[in-house]
């Protein structure tokens, strides 16, 4: 298969290694740079240990990379930052940004979820939203994709279909969600030592999670009209996985079928027979999406569930998904690895 | 202190280990029977080798025991099997049951969710519900009390004083919860297993756990009309703790102070500072329960949070709560411990 | 690539399961049978879900399988009964066992460790014992294959070059370990339980490991002469991954340099830096194994750290290694896969 | 019982929190200042929610202490910082440290293991070093107690008795040991995220860790000569516990029964039946040591296991049993709290 010449830069967090762990195994896509500024010069496989069998060029900084080398970078810097690195590079280079920089199209709500103006405007214009199944044909076509959150992600896969169905009420939907620690990153944080995470579950960013924006934009895009969902993050004592259980107004079996049909075809979505429940030890490692739908006691009403890996589906495995369209190889190319449990 | 003299029915199990853990140092409790049919001959502490340091009496058969000299009796057996003891057991002995067999008033309630006809249905009309917030008057005189399910009280404790403050829709209600495993006790289950357990997180039981029935009983008593609440509960990678995250229809800051004012002066319930949310890691071993209170970020919708252990508030612990009160012992006797953290 | 048709026997427990996963992306292998008698005429992925996006067929029993369309077949029955499945299998068909039953070459050693008398001793003298980096060229030309322990190979794979090196002193070996829970298998056990594993660590079969045999074995030969190590295995609170800890006596710079010597063109071997300890999830998942070396802080004693994951290299991952000399392909084939990390 | 005030110093880390947990149900001390400067001013409740049920003082900085209403400091600060802080508090104080300031004492042994001068060496030679079961009678009239390391404390135990008691050889101890990551404390590291500590298991600090100088300074004094042993301690990916794997050459059985005779009306300290293993599970939250010896299969061999909480009997339990004495209570006054199991 033709070679793909990839950058990464911000490569030294968890979605920098869990791209090289994909790309290991991917058979068009060669790594030519990783850059981490504050671990410049160091060795790969010393900042991530589980990838030292691999032959990995040295982490270096950003502006010693030849661009012109390269036809695809993935960008996993801060948001912020992300912003402007991308608006420096030459316009040969194609982008996926994992970052949250290029996911809202509306510069005002950039800056309610961000804090911050945002600095490539004229970019941010052209972004397109890193949600493969829905956007297939612009990312196939776009320079830069912007990668979903990986909160937002297992949202949006299973409720978009329903708002476009009309299937379940827009006003009542309620995504109640947990997910692994490593979603956090690599930053030393005193939430996320071990000691306490373990043996712990509690919510956090209640009612102001940034993903928020992520599920009004296409919400209510889907919808035709203003979406505004309840969302309610937990944190879980395990390092991959998400899991979404969302609480909707519908006929049960109506969901379901929605769901079935729209998915059918998807290699990285599977819909499970009616009434069962998806876990994240099914998915761990993989690009797959497992979704499940129940009935609720009360009539009219259902459970919707969507489980996935945040570090794949949710980020890397999704940027890989989205590079191959933009570079012209089957979406599946590389991303075939089943889950890892137990 | 004076004694009273405790026998322990079904002491193989984890509640049964939760309530010689919490009265070896308990100054008004010894326990001079422990039964267990199927281990009976062992020394306590070659079934929980971390209680070996105690002082106790070797596992029995039930009609090894000799009742004259028994205050009261812990039972912990199965529901179903702890009718049947439990009716042949002598007057004089005063009894908390720990199964779900005398927690309905309602005999059909009880077949629905269990599945047999009740074989105990006069002791049944005389049981009172072990929710001691809520009952202590009826407990203190009780012969017969039934201990809480360990989901249900984590729901009820936040969502009774709502409905009885009438501050919330009674028909609005989603319980969405998560538990940690040791609630599904100690006999050998695949799906109990570390290698499936750990690193995973899923929906169980989905609008038909058994719990429901509890629910059902007491919100409908304290709205004074049927309430119909939506449940979904979560198996955690933990072994103890239970978070209940409550969508409700109201006003959060009425919400708040209504609970604020409930459990003021209530020993083992905490309610947070508005905005914070409670964590099972800081409850864990311990009989507290913390309640949480938020807004949700659509006017008139609000998220309750409620996290205790499931073997101690949740079972165990709430049981000598409620022996305390039976036995004329003040309501905190032996259940001041902190809780375990890290 | 040509495809070779292989069965799975024992196929619902975790090796099985590994095997399923890795050949998932096997290029030259398709899985043609899975057997599992007790869950014959099950879907596979309702045993595995994490396995379910999978095209596979359905689970039978052995006997329904035509061993004539069979290049390979791997067992994963247990000891005792695999000897006797193995003997029945036609002779055209190769075999990689991967239970206790074929590694063992003296019939005596096999009866003390494991009990029984073997009902195949025929066939136990033509089996050759799968550790690939030692016995390569048997393996190629091999019919029937003996896995290796997942204890035995983490302590094999570093010692055996030091004592053919004559390197460390053969009485004084001391290998001290701790392995996963996953290589206890799925059936259910109360040692097992996530309540039980969780938060606590503890050494088992103290003296009387049955890898014993193997270690007995191989480094006996090796060594020329008897061989006699002190084994302690321990059980780790995580699922997969052993951490071999080894003390030995000799010259920790020799000793480092030997092993260097002799894996630096493994494919599956990487030995770290002087210094560098190894960690179990470094490997997770993979089929790699990290060996360290480290000097003792009294002259002439060194201590040797090993590290794999038991299900893949320790079993499922070293099976597919074998399989690919048997049937002729590259020994890395499909065999790639970068360890899972974080 | 009499009540003795308690001013605890470095309040904010898990050692802190530990003995505030132990003393809420300690019957004779009571907690009047808790100092920890970059928290001072907030309420103990916020830094550990588990505690927010307990009425405490408000943390302060140390100069807000009226150390004249003190009876004892318990000082958790670090290491060359608790020397000063300790050296300018009044006479009228007792103290037990918590940090390694006083542990050692030869002043080069200090500076050899901890880098810096001792600052406060006239102190240094009035420490007293706090294993209780050894140094019980001058600790009684102690007025500053230096407590012991935590995986010190856990290797001493078993073998200083069979050092005294001459039944094994001094040239031949190995002490494998695993320890929870609690240990660590609670300040930010890369290395103690829950996603780079769970599922993981790895050596740290090989033939280099500081609490060899206790082991050098304890057991050759047991020995009467100078005693020089193997230490290599592990990370365990869970949050409490220490268990140490110890190689000796003696009999088994003299060393088991030298263990039993020495440790037979202890408390703390539990000899297990000749050949059972002690788990960290089994003691969780706990001042409790078990400890076990088994046979080793080479005759002259013997394996001896300790388990403890590396924050109870390995920290502040042990701390509180020293101020027990200290105050002139009963040893075991406020330590009678169970293991939290499961």
């Not at 290694?17 to 195994?25: G, P, S, Y």
Request: aromatic letters at 6%.
């Amino acid at each position: 298969m033709k070679q793909h010449n990839i950058a990464i830069l911000g490569a030294s967090g968890y979605t920098g290694a869990e791209l090289v762990r994909l790309i290991a195994t991917h058979p068009g896509m060669t790594i030519t740079a990783l850059a981490a500024d504050r671990k410049a010069g160091m060795a790969y496989g010393d900042v991530f240990p589980h990838l030292r069998h691999l032959d990995l060029p040295t982490l270096c900084r950003i502006e010693e990379i030849d661009f012109d080398a390269v036809d695809l970078v993935f960008c996993g810097l801060p948001h912020a930052t992300s912003q402007l690195v991308i608006k420096a590079l030459p316009d040969n280079v194609k982008v996926v940004d994992l970052s949250a920089d290029f996911r809202l199209r509306d510069p005002a709500a950039y800056k309610k979820w961000y804090g911050n103006d945002h600095a490539a405007l004229e970019l941010q214009q052209t972004a397109v939203y890193g949600l493969t199944e829905v956007y297939r044909d612009q990312i196939r076509a776009a320079r830069l994709v912007a990668g979903t959150g990986c909160n937002a992600i297992t949202g949006l896969l299973p409720v978009l279909p329903l708002l476009r169905a009309g299937v379940i009420d827009p006003d009542e939907i309620i995504i109640d969600l947990a997910t692994g620690v490593s979603g956090a990153g690599r930053s030393p944080k005193e939430g996320m030592l071990h000691s306490e995470v373990s043996e712990g579950f509690q919510a956090y960013a209640i009612a102001s999670h940034r993903h928020l924006g992520e599920f009004d934009q296409e919400f209510s895009l889907a919808a035709g009209r203003p979406v505004t969902v309840s969302f309610t993050p937990h944190l879980l004592p395990q390092n991959r996985g998400i899991l979404a259980t969302i609480y909707v107004r519908g006929q049960a079996g109506d969901i379901h079928q929605t769901l079935v049909d729209q998915y059918q075809s998807e290699p990285f979505v599977t819909v499970l027979p009616f009434g069962q429940a998806p876990a994240t030890r099914h998915v761990r490692g993989s690009n797959q999406c497992h979704i499940g739908v129940a009935a609720d006691r009360r009539d009219g009403r259902a459970i919707v569930f969507s489980a996935l890996d945040n570090l794949t589906k949710g980020s890397s495995g999704q940027a890989i998904q989205n590079a191959n369209l933009m570079l012209g190889m089957p979406e599946e190319t590389g991303l075939q690895l089943a889950p890892l449990f137990p």
